[in-house]
């Protein structure tokens, strides 16, 4: 089974990539599941319903949140009723929606994934070892393919995260920072592993936002609104091959298509 992990989609740029391209990536690359992070999908902060809606609608079948999970009240009700969003596993009991999901592929066989924050150089959450231990305890037996979406700042809390896991989840996928890392790997236990999987968005911006408005605020302290940018917009994410009888990786490999790429396919398409 091969897993394609979208990162971090921003604005509408990287709403966009993803509703245009998905359909042909999925085919190109013989894609079975497609999780993708959206906490930053609603103009760079928070996912609103009918955003939502559309990119389950174009071939995403797992959503998976992150620090920014609540800045749009709307989402709460989907969060709460849907089985294929999730945000966080450490966040309170009393927050709205779930930690963790198990979706069906199209070939039958289910998908268990966890969404868990890490909480160096971030707001202070519980303990996200604890948590995705309590989320592996409650996964239903049989769900042999687990994917973690560690949400988090730091590599040495994604590595230790990883290494934690190493042989219990087929995969642990690091988002937010929204830079692709280059150390893609399999570990020992065979657990697929990157720190962060990039991110889906403008990338003629810093972390998606227009650099004279990060600038400004970064050197004068005066706020101004970190407004989405829109050049060079790509779709950063990996695929994690797996072996469903088992559940372990035996493959990951970064995956970036440029808008350009895209255009091209769609034009091939109408031709
Ligand atoms: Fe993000
Ligand atoms: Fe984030």
Same mark, same amino acid.
């Given at each position: 089974m091969r897993i394609l992990m979208i990162g971090d989609i921003v604005g509408k740029p990287g709403r966009k990539i993803v509703l245009d391209g998905l359909a042909a990536i999925r085919q190109h690359h013989a894609v079975d599941v497609v999780i993708a992070n959206?906490?930053?999908?609603a103009d760079g902060s928070g996912l609103m319903p009918d955003h939502y809606k559309k990119l389950i609608d174009a071939g995403v079948d797992c959503i998976t949140m992150g620090d920014h999970v609540y800045r749009r009240r709307d989402i709460y009700d989907t969060l709460e009723s849907s089985s294929d969003i999730i945000k966080p596993?450490?966040? @309170?009991? &009393? =927050?709205?929606?779930?930690g963790a999901t198990v979706i069906t592929a199209p070939n039958g066989q289910p998908v268990g994934v966890i969404n868990i924050q890490g909480r160096v150089f971030m707001k202070p959450v519980d303990c996200p070892f604890q948590a995705v231990d309590r989320e592996l305890k409650s996964m239903?037996?049989?769900?042999k393919v687990i994917i973690v979406?560690?949400?988090?700042?730091?590599t040495s809390d994604m590595q230790t995260m990883g290494r934690y896991l190493d042989g219990r989840v087929s995969a642990v996928l690091g988002t937010h920072t929204h830079v692709a890392t280059a150390d893609e790997q399999v570990f020992p236990g065979g657990t697929a592993f990157q720190c962060d999987v990039g991110?889906?968005? @403008?990338? &003629? =911006?810093i972390l998606g936002r227009r650099i004279d408005r990060v600038t400004e605020t970064t050197t004068t302290f005066r706020p101004v609104a970190f407004a989405v940018a829109s050049g060079d917009v790509r779709l950063h994410g990996s695929l994690v091959d797996i072996n469903t009888t088992d559940g372990t990786a035996t493959a990951i490999e970064r995956l970036a298509v440029r808008r350009a790429e895209v255009d091209q396919w769609l034009a091939e398409d109408h031709s």
């Open positions: 959206a906490e930053n999908s596993a450490n966040y @309170p009991t &009393e =927050s709205p929606g779930r239903p037996a049989g769900v979406d560690f949400h988090a700042e730091a991110m889906t968005g @403008p990338h &003629e =911006s």
